[in-house]
């Protein structure tokens, strides 16, 4: 189990933003013998497809170069375009190999970690440059692991390359009696096959190194219990800024809430736990809004405010919870409310009419009726 500087153990799974930074970073897993194993088999491969009739060309291009004119000797106009032609019938002979081969280095690194692209990875690390790390990355298990995988890929080569040569000694001893072109030819044949076998043999180097880099990598990102903690307060935000936050939001919507009720044409309590203001505008033909609601010390202040601004404050305590718990903030109350708060807003509007002397004082608000679903 690995350990952390702190010298926690790293018992946790990377989480999916350790995971993207260390891509991020260009740290992926990465295996060299399965990008050797993709180079060297594409290369057997294009040698089988092509390899005869690359031998054959390459012969010519060879006979062409040793069939000349005397006088051609003497003229190095003549030679150099005759080298030019000999390298560039070369190339053309050699392109379809070579563009295998680059179509296998690229594709071979995808294979195992995917197509990757980092700028943080070109940064110079100085840290590289310490000679007590390098004396402990020579050291270390990854190290010793790459020795082993090193000496068994060198043994498992050399025994296949000793099993090819024994089971194509009579193939090369024969390419001597047989005519030029056609050996040629054979040894090319020859030679592919025993790359295809020796790539084959570099399967077997694959499948032990691929899972090894994959758990290796994983190993390097596996994250302490703390880290957890760290990375999901850095991602979700401190429990404390968060809640001072809430706090400070709560507090705006309050003060906006509060802004609106000398707005309001009643407010109606509890008489002490709950207070609800509305607003009925007849222009807008809508039904009455929840401008602000409290309960406790928030109904409290509804109360002064609406004191302090002359507005009217009856008590209906049945209402008043029921407007509460039904109704958001500059929302309409809902329709089986409607006739309650009719009652509550016709007794109000009497009650101004008597407070500007054009009519008598109207007498106990009636308690107003309120649906069984709707009491609280």
């Not at 010390?297 to 305590?317: D, G, H, T, W, Y």
């Not at 809902?334 to 309650?340: F, K, M, T």
Request: hydrophobic fraction near 50%.
């Amino acid at each position: 189990m690995s350990e952390s500087e702190s010298g926690q153990e790293k018992t946790e799974d990377p989480t999916a933003k350790r995971l993207k930074e260390s891509r991020d970073k260009g740290q992926v897993a990465r295996s060299k013998e399965l990008n050797t194993l993709a180079v060297v088999m594409v290369a057997a491969v294009a040698l089988l497809m092509v390899g005869p009739e690359m031998a054959r060309k390459l012969m010519n291009i060879m006979t062409f170069n040793f069939s000349f004119e005397r006088e051609a000797l003497f003229n190095t106009d003549t030679m150099a375009l005759h080298l030019f032609e000999s390298v560039q019938e070369g190339l053309m002979v050699l392109a379809p190999l070579f563009a295998m081969l680059l179509v296998a280095s690229i594709v071979g690194p995808i294979m195992l970690g995917g197509w990757l692209f980092s700028a943080k990875s070109l940064a110079p690390k100085f840290e590289r440059m310490n000679p007590l790390a390098g004396i402990k990355r020579m050291f270390s298990l990854k190290a010793l692991v790459e020795l082993f995988k090193a000496l068994a890929k060198f043994l498992v080569v050399l025994s296949t390359a000793l099993l090819v040569l024994h089971l194509r000694t009579n193939d090369f001893l024969s390419l001597g009696q047989e005519p030029l072109e056609q050996a040629i030819v054979h040894c090319a044949w020859a030679l592919a096959t025993g790359l295809l076998i020796l790539a084959a043999s570099l399967i077997l180097i694959a499948a032990v190194d691929v899972p090894f880099q994959l758990w290796d990598n994983k190993q390097k990102l596996m994250m302490t219990k703390q880290e957890i903690r760290d990375e999901f307060k850095d991602s979700e935000g401190k429990p404390e800024v968060k809640a001072k936050i809430r706090q400070m939001q709560r507090e705006m919507a309050e003060r906006r809430m509060m802004e609106k009720v000398p707005q309001a044409d009643v407010v109606i309590t509890n008489p002490t736990h709950f207070a609800v203001a509305l607003k009925y505008d007849p222009l807008n033909g809508g039904a009455p809004v929840v401008l602000a609601k409290g309960a406790d010390f928030m109904a409290q202040k509804i109360r002064e405010v609406a004191n302090e601004n002359e507005i009217v404050v009856l008590e209906s305590p049945p209402l008043a919870r029921a407007v509460y718990y039904s109704t958001e903030l500059d929302q309409e109350i809902p329709a089986g409310l409607y006739l309650a708060v009719a009652q509550v807003l016709a007794y109000v509007f009497q009650l101004r009419q008597h407070r500007a002397g054009q009519g008598k004082r109207p007498g106990p608000m009636p308690e107003p009726p309120i649906p069984d679903d709707l009491k609280k």
